[in-house]
């Protein structure tokens, strides 16, 4: 059986990725594990003082389920075996800890690409683009000033 390993921390974007690696209606497939890692975005510091960790940790386990919940349900109907983790710590190092429970593993990255943030590797040989795409407040403000006044 065939393990894929799936990060996700969008669900549109994730279903975008992974259905069409799933074969179309009336072929037979061999049923696969797949592994869903949902990666919650971070809390920001103000909400993390006043949640403790029990409490933080039941909202990231909620964000997961909420955001692989209708990917769960294509992959369970197609007769694959479907587990749900979250994402804590440094994702290498999850991805090892997973192939040693699981053996050989493909690793899908379905993280949603952001404009000017670069997103970790899930494994150690991912290449990392360097984002160029960041543009000061300033220079949109002096943008948006001509604009206004060219008009």
């Given at each position: 059986?065939?393990?894929?390993?799936?990060?996700?921390?969008?669900?549109?974007?994730?279903?975008?990725?992974?259905?069409?690696?799933?074969?179309?209606?009336?072929?037979?497939?061999?049923?696969?594990?797949?592994?869903?890692?949902?990666?919650?975005?971070?809390?920001?510091?103000?909400?993390?003082?006043?949640?403790?960790?029990?409490?933080?940790?039941?909202?990231?386990?909620?964000?997961?389920?909420?955001?692989?919940?209708?990917l769960?349900?294509?992959?369970?109907?197609?007769?694959?075996?479907?587990?749900?983790?979250v994402?804590?710590?440094?994702?290498?190092?999850?991805?090892?800890?997973?192939?040693?429970?699981?053996?050989?593993?493909?690793?899908?990255d379905?993280?949603?690409?952001?404009?000017?943030?670069?997103?970790?590797?899930?494994?150690?040989?991912q290449?990392?683009?360097?984002?160029?795409?960041?543009?000061?407040?300033?220079?949109?403000a002096?943008?948006?000033?001509?604009?206004?006044?060219?008009?």
């Amino acid at each position: 059986m065939e393990t894929f390993i799936v990060y996700i921390d969008d669900k549109q974007y994730a279903l975008q990725q992974v259905i069409p690696m799933l074969p179309a209606d009336g072929q037979t497939q061999q049923a696969a594990n797949w592994i869903l890692v949902g990666c919650p975005p971070r809390l920001n510091r103000h909400t993390g003082r006043w949640l403790t960790h029990t409490a933080q940790k039941k909202w990231r386990q909620e964000w997961a389920d909420q955001a692989t919940s209708e990917l769960v349900q294509k992959l369970e109907n197609g007769g694959n075996v479907v587990s749900v983790r979250v994402a804590h710590g440094a994702l290498t190092e999850l991805s090892k800890q997973i192939r040693g429970e699981v053996g050989v593993a493909r690793i899908i990255d379905a993280r949603r690409p952001k404009l000017s943030v670069n997103l970790d590797p899930v494994t150690p040989d991912q290449p990392q683009e360097k984002s160029s795409w960041a543009v000061p407040g300033s220079v949109l403000a002096l943008g948006a000033a001509i604009l206004m006044v060219s008009e």
